[in-house]
């Protein structure tokens, strides 16, 4: 046993913890035990009175806790030792095995051990409990980025006292509860003035001096950011605090029809580094096939392509599904998972727009990540999903 690091500053700190005797009696109690225990008799000189001591049960009791104090320890630190090398030699082992596999073969196993959804849009099952609440939050570059919030049914009861509220009153609601800035946006909402709603419109009442058409930058954000947040309905009307017409640019009221939704949607990278899927609104298309085909290319340094590099496609339509067919097998597994969910989504995003179902050929994976390639996707109901906890951080 090895005892070197026993010294008499541990000792001492062992002894310390030893028990302490405490004798409630008072005084009184033990003058009067004293007296009848002879204590005070007059005893001859040599006479030697024998008492077994009170104090030997203590002095046995801390020999015993300080043999125990360094007995267990020692046991307990190799016990935990040798588990310690056993854990370290499986880990190792496994290390080692992994260390071999190659660069494909990693990619797999990454994948297989870490149980993330990777999907960012919000699919028609996820509605099952939720409402669904859409936002258009301000860019760095001044554009909308689109995002999706699911609120339990049951926050939503306890917030308005009723279902299915409409998306002006969820609006005004939540609206000035989101944290722009804590998400790494520009703090834009909620609107100056008053958003309304009257006969099945969004009517939005601004103030003489609102900051909406300052530039021809600002108009287009604010448009888009309408666009995001209102796409339920099917316009948007301008008035002043007197609820006459207002132009806002040149519009007094924006029409919010099919052909304004449907985009090309890319990769769109803040400043901060979080990616999100977004729609370029400076580029529509008239059909889905030139839709899906300008998703090949980065039009500007801000919308970056969501097709996987060296991957090529056809498009054909029918019978309003989108039939994307890989020229060669793609195999998912052989690219960033992250890359290649944006990707997939990036399409189905796009179709959305114009209401269609995409269905991929030639993908390697029947199934991959929650999603059954032998038929068509579900349509999507939004992008870029954000936790309905946003709202709290006002």
Same mark, same amino acid.
């Given at each position: ?107 797999? #196993? ?227 998972? #992250? ?56």
């Amino acid at each position: 046993m090895n005892h070197e690091h026993w010294d008499e500053e541990r000792i001492e700190e062992l002894l310390k913890k030893v028990p302490k005797i405490h004798d409630a009696r008072s005084k009184e109690e033990v003058f009067e035990r004293l007296k009848q225990d002879g204590v005070f008799d007059e005893v001859p000189p040599n006479k030697v009175i024998k008492k077994k001591s009170k104090y030997i049960p203590w002095i046995i009791a801390a020999c015993a806790a300080l043999f125990l104090a360094i007995l267990i320890p020692t046991f307990m630190s190799r016990s935990i030792s040798e588990e310690a090398k056993i854990t370290n030699d499986v880990k190792n082992e496994e290390m080692e095995k992994f260390n071999h596999l190659e660069e494909g073969q990693e990619d797999s #196993v990454n994948i297989m051990m870490t149980e993330v959804d990777m999907k960012t849009a919000v699919y028609p099952e996820q509605l099952d409990g939720n409402t669904l609440f859409k936002i258009g939050l301000a860019s760095d570059d001044a554009d909308s980025i689109p995002v999706t919030i699911l609120i339990p049914n049951e926050k939503i009861l306890e917030d308005f006292g009723k279902a299915n509220p409409t998306p002006v009153e969820m609006y005004n609601l939540y609206a000035p509860r989101l944290n722009e800035n804590l998400l790494g946006f520009v703090d834009y909402h909620p609107y100056d003035g008053k958003i309304i709603e009257s006969n099945g419109k969004v009517v939005h009442q601004l103030p003489e001096d609102h900051p909406y058409d300052a530039s021809e930058a600002t108009l287009s954000t604010y448009y888009a950011t309408l666009m995001d947040t209102f796409s339920d309905y099917q316009e948007i009307e301008f008035v002043d605090e007197q609820n006459q017409p207002k132009e806002i640019g040149k519009e007094s009221s924006l029409l919010i029809s099919d052909e304004r939704t449907q985009h090309s949607y890319f990769k769109y990278v803040q400043q901060d580094g979080a990616a999100f899927l977004a729609p370029n609104y400076r580029e529509t298309f008239s059909t889905i096939e030139e839709a899906m085909e300008a998703l090949k290319r980065s039009t500007n340094e801000v919308y970056q392509t969501v097709v996987l590099p060296n991957v090529d496609y056809t498009i054909k339509v029918e019978q309003n599904i989108v039939k994307i067919a890989f020229k060669e097998p793609l195999d998912l597994f052989n690219y960033n998972q #992250v890359e290649a969910m944006q990707m997939i989504e990036g399409m189905l995003l796009t179709a959305a727009g114009f209401n269609m179902a995409v269905q991929f050929e030639n993908i390697v994976q029947a199934e991959w990540e929650g999603f059954d390639f032998t038929k068509p996707l579900p349509i999507p109901l939004g992008p870029n999903q954000l936790p309905y906890t946003v709202l709290e951080n006002e």
